[in-house]
């Protein structure tokens, strides 16, 4: 048998059965990664495109995507399942398809944010092990004028210094553009805590990169993708068990003059550099609604298959 076939019949088996894992529970019978008053059957997960299934806790009991897992359409994907968080990481793009996460008052205390950038050591030991790339080193990004951009932000995790290490593994960065990180995306990501500090509110979060036809790169061997756009979507669950979205956006990942960061690396640099709100003539806390638009229009750009947002009532 041809070589090559024989490999498409491995990954097709390995697939098949690490989906059959996935979807059951420790006894054997189908589990539902519904909670709540959802309809249980509303939400469910595609792990078609999944090569392994990582972290320390099941994601069938994974709170941050209690109310459903978004299908990537074709990019690979290993899921990282953690207490935190939940990361689709992609190899080709050495940075996530998506981040999900929950948010409320209970996440938020008063530790300190760490800024202990580091490699994620067990995404790297699964990638040594299967041959398919390596983790991302804080280093790479030096010297790119991108900043190493939080999808998860570290003050949504603020309860312990564990958890707030955990959104500082490079496994939760993308390279973003200091105007975006710094401004916008950081104002959205203010406006999702005050919803909630204070309340019994609880918001779900899924935010992640989208890229042009061909991207440009950074990293020493230019091989980390740089997003034309980032997304972000906002949603909690009514009062009838439906999924309501508070925010859906696209925004770009461009520089403060609206160009392009690396074909006007000089602009990103200067961005980088000395960038403050001031200069933008931008530092409205809502200046994140006019990069408002639908989840399709998402769910188109990000190649992501989000069902379970579109039982709106």
């Not at 760490?114 to 804080?138: C, I, K, S, W, Y």
């Not at 979060?205 to 980032?230: C, M, R």
Request: charged fraction near 20%; proline fraction near 6%.
């Amino acid at each position: 048998m041809d070589a090559r076939v024989l490999c498409c019949l491995q990954r097709a088996c390995c697939s098949f059965i690490l989906g059959l894992s996935i979807a059951c529970g420790q006894n054997g019978s189908v589990s539902r990664l519904a909670t709540g008053k959802a309809d249980p059957n509303a939400f469910p997960t595609s792990t078609a495109s999944i090569s392994k299934l990582i972290g320390d806790l099941p994601l069938d009991s994974n709170p941050n995507v209690g109310v459903g897992v978004p299908s990537v359409s074709s990019s690979p994907e290993v899921l990282i399942s953690r207490k935190q968080y939940v990361i689709s990481w992609n190899h080709q793009h050495r940075q996530p398809n998506y981040v999900a996460w929950r948010l409320s008052s209970a996440d938020m205390g008063n530790v300190q944010r760490q800024n202990n950038f580091a490699v994620d050591p067990e995404l790297e030991r699964h990638l040594n092990q299967r041959g398919v790339g390596r983790a991302v080193e804080p280093e790479e990004y030096q010297g790119s004028c991108f900043d190493r951009g939080h999808l998860i932000p570290s003050a949504d995790r603020t309860l312990s210094v564990s958890d707030n290490s955990q959104t500082f593994l490079m496994s939760n960065m993308m390279p973003q553009t200091a105007n975006l990180n710094r401004i916008s995306w950081q104002h959205l990501e203010h406006h999702a805590r005050t919803l909630v500090r204070g309340t019994n509110d609880t918001l779900y979060i899924v935010a992640g990169p989208v890229f042009a036809e061909d991207p440009g790169h950074i990293g020493p061997d230019n091989d980390i993708d740089v997003p034309s756009h980032n997304f972000k979507i906002i949603f909690k669950m009514n009062k009838t068990g439906k999924p309501q979205v508070i925010a859906s956006v696209l925004m770009p990942n461009v520089t403060s003059n609206g160009t392009d960061p690396i074909t006007d690396h000089e602009q990103a640099c200067e961005d980088s550099h000395g960038f403050t709100e001031s200069l933008s003539g931008r530092s409205m806390e809502s200046d994140w609604e006019r990069f408002k638009t639908s989840l399709s229009a998402i769910e188109k750009s990000a190649g992501l298959d989000l069902a379970f947002l579109h039982q709106i009532n």
